[in-house]
């Protein structure tokens, strides 16, 4: 093993040890139920620890006080993975603390598997190493993304189906999509669908990419052609393997909904109904205000409320329920440090970003990160818009990958020429999620 592989074994050591220990300090030192509706969210493992069995979203021992309805309704893999592990070990009769630790060690589990494939994405996505760690920190050391990784949630798993998603996709254009990477994006996909409904973003770009894939120049020498082809034949090939696998792996739970909400298999209307009858007036699904209702625009919405800057600040660092800020002058540098990167990559200047790949393959690249940077972005914000107002950047983090990409292109525009400027940038991500860890968290909870 050469020196130069030694070097980045050595860093990737440092990188899953660095995540590792903030990530345990803060499933930790965080109460139950400071996450982010953990509690809520945690009756559906509970329901599955005590019983053995799944959770209908109606079930009393799930409703989620006040609001009426459950997250029994969604997706729940996460949770099926926390409650029957539990269960196999009802034996030794874990105490609720020891139960919420190891349920949350699940997630902690999927940020470290997340940081293995953004740090993979990246050798695919930059030839220049400086360039591809720079993005492999901005994403991994995001403290937000960190924090969404050690508490009972369905977004960790959503996270790191995306994270495989991509990687699939970028290897599979390299490899012609070989089979173990056609089971590694079936598998992204399954996990996906049964993850986060604001996550599903992924899979339709998934869809285009792959098809987009096998399209030929007919001269396959040059980046440029007269003329294309359509590979048809191996397209179906592959896309009938993985959709086999991704219906054998997510059929079952869209069943079940069918079958228990009356042909409601997304089981959407089914939660609306039970909210409606089960809770509150205030939060009563089909009356209760909203912004849409109200007649009052997207743009009011965003701007004229706290909506932007809630969602910024959660986006960067927010921990516990949405009370624990780090330091103003964090905040203030991600914002310098974004504002640069749009601005080089305005620049017209080489990068080293997709740099092996022909004109028509860097397109496409390009275009399926931008669709899978708007999508989270506008399904958060129909979701304020029309249902609940939520400002919280957790459900922006489906679109943390592609934008970092965009914005570690912008950033090597300005600073591919200094080395130091580039350890700058590798000290300034690292210390931001140390002392947003161990000073803003612990600080709080001390």
């Known amino acids: 093993m050469n020196k130069n592989i030694r070097t980045e ?5 440092i990188l899953i040890f660095i995540i590792l220990s ?31 069995t799944l959770p209908n979203g109606a079930d009393p021992e799930v409703l989620i006080d006040g609001y009426g309805a459950s997250y029994a309704f969604q997706p729940i893999l996460t949770y099926m993975i926390d409650g029957y592990l539990l269960h196999a070990l009802r034996a030794f009769n874990p ?39 720079a993005f492999t920190l901005a994403v991994v050391f995001l403290p937000q993304n960190v924090f969404i990784h050690t508490y009972v949630n369905t977004d960790s798993m959503g996270l790191l189906s ?17 089979k173990n990477t056609c089971i590694q994006l079936a598998i992204g996909i399954i996990l996906c669908a049964l993850s986060y409904y604001n996550c599903y973003g992924i899979i339709l770009c998934a869809v285009l990419f792959f ?9 396959s020498d040059t980046s440029y052609s007269s003329g294309i082809s359509y590979d048809y034949k191996s397209m179906m090939q592959k896309g009938v393997f993985i959709s086999v696998i991704v219906l054998v792996g997510i059929s079952w739970w869209f069943i079940r909904n069918a079958i ?33 209702r109200l007649g009052i625009s997207v743009g009011e919405m965003v701007f004229g409320t706290d909506y932007f800057t809630l969602v910024w600040k959660s986006f960067i660092a927010m921990f516990g329920p949405m009370l624990i800020p780090t330091h103003h002058y964090i905040y203030m540098a991600f914002r310098d440090l974004f504002f640069i990167a749009v601005i080089g990559l305005l620049l017209p200047l080489k990068t080293s970003a997709l740099r092996s790949l022909s004109r028509n393959r860097k397109l ?23 249902f609940d107002f939520q400002p919280q950047g957790r459900y922006y983090l489906p679109m943390v990958i592609p934008f970092m990409f965009f914005l570690s292109i912008g950033l090597e525009k300005i600073i591919k020429a200094s080395d130091v400027l580039y350890h700058i940038l590798y000290a300034f991500l690292t210390l931001c999620l140390l002392y947003a860890t161990f000073v803003s968290m612990l600080g709080y909870y001390r």
């Open 95 to 133: 105490s609720l603390e020891m139960r919420v630790f190891i349920s949350r060690l699940v997630n902690i589990l999927f940020g470290c598997l997340t940081a293995f494939y953004v740090k993979k994405i990246s050798n695919l996505l930059f030839s220049d190493r400086r360039t591809a760690w």
């Open 211 to 219: 098809s987009a894939c096998f399209i030929r120049p007919k001269n």
């Open 364 to 386: 496409l690249v390009y275009f399926t990160m931008l669709l899978a940077l708007l999508i989270p972005i506008g399904l958060a914000l129909y979701y304020s818009y029309t």
């Open 9 to 13: 074994y050595f860093r990737i050591f």
């Open 22 to 52: 903030c990530m345990l300090t803060f499933a930790l030192i965080q109460p139950f139920g400071d996450g982010p509706d953990e509690i809520n969210r945690f009756k559906v493992v509970e329901y599955i620890y005590q019983h053995g």
């Open 260 to 292: 228990l909400y009356n042909g409601d298999f997304l089981a959407l209307n089914a939660r609306n109904l039970c909210a409606a009858k089960t809770g509150l007036e205030s939060y009563n699904p089909f009356t209760r205000d909203t912004y849409q």
């Open 162 to 178: 995306i994270a495989m998603i991509l990687h699939a996709l970028l290897k599979g254009m390299h490899n012609d999509f070989h």
